[in-house]
């Protein structure tokens, strides 16, 4: 087994963990839809969460062609890992069996949290992305673009966080959005 197996094997029990986890959240949303009262501001904040475990897990394979794993490195990739699992926790409302479910309520309470947490996990990929695909070890993989995608989710998520209007949060909502799509679309590669 060669050094990157080994180590996207744990990776990919937490990403598997968290994908799971949403899964059954937006299965148990479905479910309870006729008690449901609905929030688009979390469902995509959801997404982004999810988006932000695929986009790691894509970009692991990046790493292929390391032939070292230190110690080091594996506690730094596990470490992200682990923030992406407990941003999808934060963000996935607790759905009960009976009752009404008031997603809104969910989000004025909760999305300062989740929207903290995704600003931690952008702001740890930037570091990680500066650090070891940029000018370390990996330096063959990503882009100074990728950065600055990265810096503004960071952004727009910490303005988000602070400030409670719906506007702002929508105006927010919207370029971290538009990131993800200008990043789909011209920074990620294929898998080759």
């Given at each position: 087994?060669h050094?990157?197996?080994y180590?996207?094997?744990?990776?990919?029990?937490?990403?598997?963990?968290?994908?799971?986890h949403?899964?059954?959240?937006v299965?148990?949303?479905?479910?309870?839809?006729?008690?449901?009262?609905?929030?688009?501001?979390?469902?995509?904040?959801?997404?982004?969460?999810?988006?932000?475990?695929l986009?790691?897990?894509?970009?692991?394979?990046?790493?292929?062609?390391?032939?070292?794993w230190?110690m080091?490195?594996?506690?730094?990739?596990?470490?992200?890992?682990?923030?992406?699992?407990?941003?999808?926790?934060?963000?996935?409302?607790?759905?009960?069996h009976?009752?009404?479910?008031?997603?809104?309520?969910?989000?004025?309470?909760?999305?300062?949290?989740?929207?903290?947490?995704?600003?931690a996990?952008?702001?740890?990929t930037?570091?990680?992305?500066?650090?070891?695909?940029?000018?370390?070890i990996?330096?063959?993989?990503?882009?100074?673009?990728?950065?600055?995608?990265?810096?503004?989710?960071?952004?727009?998520?910490?303005?988000?966080?602070?400030?409670?209007?719906?506007?702002?949060?929508f105006?927010?909502?919207?370029i971290?959005?538009?990131?993800?799509?200008w990043?789909?679309?011209?920074?990620?590669?294929?898998?080759?």
């Amino acid at each position: 087994m060669h050094a990157f197996d080994y180590v996207m094997t744990l990776m990919s029990f937490v990403y598997a963990l968290a994908i799971t986890h949403m899964l059954a959240t937006v299965g148990d949303i479905i479910g309870a839809w006729p008690r449901v009262r609905f929030s688009w501001l979390n469902a995509v904040w959801m997404l982004f969460a999810l988006l932000g475990v695929l986009t790691w897990w894509i970009g692991m394979w990046g790493l292929r062609d390391a032939h070292t794993w230190g110690m080091g490195i594996v506690v730094i990739f596990f470490l992200l890992a682990a923030i992406l699992y407990l941003e999808v926790r934060l963000v996935c409302p607790r759905i009960p069996h009976d009752g009404p479910v008031d997603l809104v309520d969910f989000h004025n309470r909760e999305g300062r949290k989740y929207m903290t947490g995704f600003a931690a996990v952008t702001g740890f990929t930037a570091i990680v992305n500066v650090f070891y695909f940029q000018e370390g070890i990996f330096a063959d993989v990503a882009a100074s673009r990728v950065d600055r995608v990265v810096l503004i989710q960071c952004l727009a998520s910490i303005v988000a966080a602070r400030f409670a209007d719906r506007r702002v949060q929508f105006g927010m909502v919207l370029i971290v959005g538009s990131m993800w799509a200008w990043y789909f679309a011209m920074l990620q590669g294929a898998l080759t």
